[in-house]
């Protein structure tokens, strides 16, 4: 089969890899769309050790299982491998799994190819009439559906919320529609970025602001799904006495926290990675149901087209929140 294989920083090749092996429990699945992850884009620029070259990256796919008994049924994938009988598990926290796997991280090839073998636990039936581009989608949107889900319920008031997402990437967008979808009726997303800015106001549920219209504001809730220093910072600074903040971005530093402030205020600070199997469940229904918008905000490409969009993105050239690559 063909596959992207990330080979060495800043290199990728299109080329003829071993398709994956089928154990008993799991499913092959031809892949459709597969979105670029920013943790893919840290281990395209060298930055991400637990992602050694060479590897086939991508872990937000959706395809269609080929043989065995759902022969032809249409799936979006959770990536995410657990075990399903540590404490962690049972405890219906399986993103905590001690034994965790996830796709594009050894020893489990990516989605970065024309199929992957998956258990069957892992696969989410995608309703007729529903894109596969779209359904690529639930895996990103879990990762934000999951850290909101947290945040509302670490409130300690019924108060109407309101909400700050810091960053209109994939992660931030989907934590916006997330907020909306959760019952926040008041959701801020700030996006420093012109172009960005203009592509995500065509169809918002939500308002779009510049850091500079929302300084001095706090808010309920505040989402940092960018994970620098300056945007902790920022969202130390944003979020009310007695309010939450989530970390959801990878981007790097320590820095940035207001400790004192969020020690003296009672703020919350919830660290998040990934979701659980009901998180994505309750995603993809969200999604199938129309209740997280038009999930436009996309831009597809071949998957041997894939050196060149992950130069794009790294350049600032992809408008769109989100890359989908199509074997």
Not at 126 to 133: R, Y
Not at 184 to 194: A, G, I, R, S
Request: net charge negative; charged share 20%; proline share 6%.
């Amino acid at each position: 089969m063909k596959a992207l294989v990330y080979t060495a920083p800043e290199a990728l090749e299109f080329r003829d890899v071993p398709e994956p092996e089928e154990a008993a429990d799991t499913h092959l699945v031809r892949i459709d769309s597969v979105g670029i992850c920013g943790s893919d884009m840290h281990a395209y620029l060298g930055h991400d050790d637990r992602r050694p070259a060479p590897l086939i990256l991508g872990h937000e796919g959706a395809g269609i299982i080929t043989g065995g008994p759902r022969d032809g049924e249409r799936v979006t994938i959770n990536p995410l491998v657990t075990c399903g009988v540590c404490p962690a598990c049972l405890s219906g926290r399986d993103n905590l799994c001690e034994t965790r796997q996830i796709i594009s991280m050894p020893p489990r090839e990516g989605a970065f190819a024309q199929y992957v073998s998956m258990p069957g636990r892992n696969l989410v039936t995608v309703p007729d009439g529903f894109s596969l581009e779209k359904a690529a989608l639930a895996e990103p949107i879990a990762v934000s559906w999951h850290a909101v889900r947290l945040g509302i319920e670490a409130l300690a008031d019924d108060r109407k919320h309101t909400a700050l997402v810091i960053g209109g990437g994939a992660i931030g967008v989907a934590a916006a529609i997330s907020l909306v979808a959760q019952g926040v009726p008041n959701v801020t997303l700030v996006e420093p970025n012109k172009i960005r800015r203009a592509y995500l106001g065509l169809n918002a549920g939500y308002t779009i602001a510049t850091p500079e219209e929302v300084e001095d504001m706090q808010f309920d809730i505040v989402v940092d799904g960018v994970g620098y220093d300056a945007t902790r910072a920022s969202a130390s600074a944003a979020v009310r006495p007695g309010g939450v903040i989530l970390h959801i971005g990878l981007g790097g530093g320590s820095g940035g926290l207001d400790i004192r402030r969020i020690t003296l205020q009672e703020i919350a600070f919830i660290g998040t990675y990934t979701y659980t199997a009901q998180d994505f469940r309750d995603t993809a229904r969200a999604m199938f149901e129309g209740r997280l918008g038009p999930l436009d905000w996309v831009e597809t490409r071949p998957l041997s087209e894939g050196a060149r969009a992950f130069a794009d993105i790294r350049g600032g050239k992809v408008a769109a929140p989100k890359l989908i690559l199509k074997p």
